[in-house]
């Protein structure tokens, strides 16, 4: 892969997180590939994973913090829909298979991330209410 020079810092990743969908991705941007030069027809869309994009700032500081922040919040997340699924093994275990695919593939229009745990969200407060009317019915 060929690169284009460009100087990692706090800008590079704020530009990053305000990509919009496309059919080449805010990294695609940064590296100069003859291949997909040559022939326009070729489509390639690149998916850096949350270490590659949260280090666009340049900072280990901040990609430790973030990274730790990250972990945190969503291993009380796991940990939460497991108590709410009372104690569905592969329910819990699905969420976190999806939200470490949506990590893994986190440098393509990241700010929509949040349409995935909104998705998870809603489907939890709809088992909980299930859950609590099944329970209030059968008593």
């Known amino acids: 892969m060929h690169l284009v020079s460009f100087e990692k810092n706090n800008a590079l990743l704020l530009n ?6 496309s059919d080449a991705s805010f990294f695609d941007s ?40 990250t972990i945190i919040f969503f291993s009380i997340f796991e940990k939460i829909v497991y108590k709410i699924t009372k104690g569905n093994y592969i329910l819990s275990s699905l969420f976190s298979q999806i939200i470490a695919y949506r990590l893994w593939h986190f440098g393509y229009v990241p700010a929509d ?27």
């Open 113 to 139: 991330s949040y349409k995935l745990i909104v998705g998870i969200l809603l489907f939890l407060l709809i088992t909980f209410l299930i859950n609590k009317i099944l329970y209030y019915f059968n008593g």
């Open 16 to 21: 990053a997180l305000k990509e919009k969908p």
């Open 30 to 69: 940064l590296k100069n590939n003859p291949r997909l030069n040559s022939n326009p027809s070729l489509t390639n869309i690149s998916l850096p994973g949350i270490i590659a994009f949260l280090y666009y700032s340049g900072s280990l500081s901040i990609l430790f913090f973030s990274l730790f922040v």
